[in-house]
């Protein structure tokens, strides 16, 4: 037994012996399978890449090959090599088109040399000519004196007068009326032309022949509108896009303000919708910071000269009409490209059209929807509407230059106001900034301003913050687009030991009513228009947060240093049921008293 079990194990151990060096062949043949199909695999991606290989060469439009052997040498063609070699005539085509290139570089360099002197050539002549202009200027400067002396219109009024008849009739009528009133007043005002007297000679005939051929034109194209929709398409943009023509030829008027900036009026005439449109630019000659809301945006600058007229809204009643049957009701869309139509462009034009506020009698009075122009119109409008105009360019650019100052946290009150407060006021400005209309009507204090409508979205909206020692008042500052004829309207709020409003607060209430209702008496010192206005209502209300603070903080209860000292003179710190304080300040007795 011992021998067969000692004779198995060795026959067991042969097997496994064997078994293994089979398998490990088997496994050394598998990884030379292996690295064969990887060569294999590697070669495929090489021959792929090579077959798919693009030359540089295949990217450059070379000439055809007649002409290359028609033109090229054969030092460089030699076809009795290239006829049958393509790769050799590819190289030889290559040859060529370097030598080529060569050549244009060459003669590429030659034209820059001849551009640099040329234009060395143009920016001598230029500067001539540049050097020149201000001699010619100075000649027709010294010259219009003599031409006026003897009568002789200089070649600008001359050139006016040329182009004057080729305005449409409105324009034309207000040229006319704003150069008399120039002349008449001695105005320092400018009343110009400008547009293309041939674009508009003819558009002229253009409209001349289309009167003559109406009738058939009409027929004829509402016979194309029911036949081809495409036509159709193109009819109604072409419509939409005539409706909104201007007439090429406009009148300009350029309106000075008192510190040298220039407002200028471009007055249009659309031709299909018969109104004239307004479009301004203005030109500020003193350095002026942008404050955060700039008030001499020029979309609201002259909204609201006159009440209800924003130029926004088409004052023709039958421009509605005209729109709606070309499928454009919104009038409004069409301000930013067109201009505004003031209801005071259309008095300057001599155009009156009926209103819908008008009443029977004016109704009666009023010229049709295509109204023609009257020099009587436009007389009687010219004085109000240019004083107007002045009026709001300088209180803007008053209004623009106290807001840079009251960024900067500094009061400029005039000197002769300087005698309506008195000589120390410790409450100072702190801040000033833009406020948006929806911050603005989220505040509780604000609300009656907002809902009786002395408030609305066409204010310039600020805050303002005063502080002396812990105490800070906020105000919230609504300038109206009619300042300073009318005054800035403020509501307030306070943060001292505890937060209080104009709403419950009747002190704070009193000092609304001080800057807010008897502003009249903060300007008494100035002649109109009181652009200093907003000025002294703020200096008032730091008047008055002092006199609140002294009058609040003296209580005998109180052990201790006050934190206000009083600085004021007053009599009594409050009087009456409402305990108001004594806001109101006496310049002459130089003592605070009651209202």
């Not at 030092?75 to 040859?95: G, Y």
């Not at 640099?116 to 143009?122: T, W």
């Not at 027929?219 to 509108?225: A, F, I, K």
Request: net charge negative; proline share 4%.
């Amino acid at each position: 037994m011992k021998k067969l079990n000692r004779l198995e194990k060795i026959r067991n151990r042969k097997v496994r012996d064997a078994t293994n060096e089979a398998k490990q062949k088997v496994d050394s043949h598998h990884l030379q399978l292996q690295n064969l199909l990887y060569e294999v695999t590697h070669l495929t991606k090489e021959v792929n890449k090579c077959l798919e290989f693009k030359s540089k060469d295949e990217e450059i439009e070379l000439v055809s090959i007649e002409e290359f052997y028609k033109e090229a040498p054969e030092e460089i063609s030699r076809p009795d090599r290239t006829v049958n070699d393509a790769h050799q005539q590819t190289l030889a085509r290559l040859d060529w088109e370097l030598e080529q290139r060569k050549r244009l570089a060459a003669k590429c360099c030659e034209a820059e040399k001849r551009k640099e002197e040329m234009l060395k050539d143009i920016q001598k002549q230029k500067e001539y000519l540049d050097a020149l202009a201000p001699c010619l200027i100075a000649i027709l400067q010294v010259a219009t004196p003599v031409q006026d002396q003897l009568g002789v219109q200089s070649e600008m009024k001359r050139l006016q007068n040329r182009m004057a008849p080729y305005l449409p009739t409105p324009l034309f009528v207000l040229f006319v009326q704003s150069t008399a009133y120039v002349e008449a007043w001695n105005e320092k005002m400018e009343v110009s032309i400008e547009g293309d007297i041939d674009e508009a000679t003819s558009l002229k005939d253009a409209v001349e022949e289309q009167d003559e051929d109406s009738g058939d034109s009409d027929q004829e194209e509402l016979v194309g509108v029911k036949r081809y929709r495409r036509s159709t398409i193109d009819k109604l943009t072409e419509a939409r896009r005539k409706i909104l023509q201007k007439h090429p030829i406009c009148a300009s008027i350029v309106v000075n303000a008192k510190d040298g900036s220039k407002l200028k009026l471009r007055f249009y005439y659309l031709i299909a919708l018969h109104i004239i449109t307004v479009t301004t630019e203005l030109t500020v000659e003193s350095e002026m910071q942008t404050p955060s809301r700039d008030v001499l945006s020029l979309s609201m600058l002259l909204d609201h000269l006159f009440p209800d007229d924003d130029g926004r809204t088409t004052p023709n009643k039958a421009n509605y009409y005209q729109l709606k049957r070309l499928g454009m009701d919104d009038f409004e869309a069409y301000v930013a490209e067109i201009g505004r139509p003031y209801v005071w462009a259309q008095r300057l034009g001599g155009l009156d059209f009926v209103q819908s506020q008008g009443t029977k009698e004016s109704f009666s009075n009023a010229a049709p929807s295509k109204a023609k122009s009257s020099s009587d119109i436009s007389c009687s409008h010219m004085e109000i509407v240019i004083g107007a105009i002045k009026e709001r360019l300088n209180a803007r650019i008053s209004l623009q230059k106290l807001l840079v100052d009251l960024e900067q946290g500094v009061v400029p009150v005039p000197k002769e106001s300087l005698k309506l407060f008195p000589a120390k006021i410790a409450t100072h400005l702190s801040s000033w900034s833009s406020l948006a209309w929806e911050d603005y009507q989220a505040l509780p204090q604000v609300s009656r301003f907002v809902n009786g409508g002395l408030v609305t979205d066409k204010h310039f909206l600020f805050s303002a913050t005063l502080e002396r020692g812990s105490a800070k008042l906020n105000a919230c500052v609504a300038v109206g687009m009619h300042y300073p004829l009318e005054p800035a309207i403020f509501s307030l709020s306070c943060f001292w030991k505890e937060t209080k409003t104009s709403l419950i607060d009747t002190a704070l209430w009193d000092m609304e009513q001080e800057v807010n209702v008897y502003w009249k008496d903060l300007v008494a010192a100035s002649e109109p228009p009181h652009h200093c206005l907003l000025a002294n209502q703020l200096h008032c209300l730091a008047m008055c947060f002092d006199v609140y603070l002294e009058t609040e903080s003296t209580d005998g209860a109180v052990e201790g240093p006050r934190e206000f000292a009083k600085e004021k003179m007053f009599f009594r710190q409050s009087c009456g049921r409402s305990r108001s304080k004594p806001f109101k300040y006496d310049s002459k007795l130089c003592l605070f008293t009651y209202r």
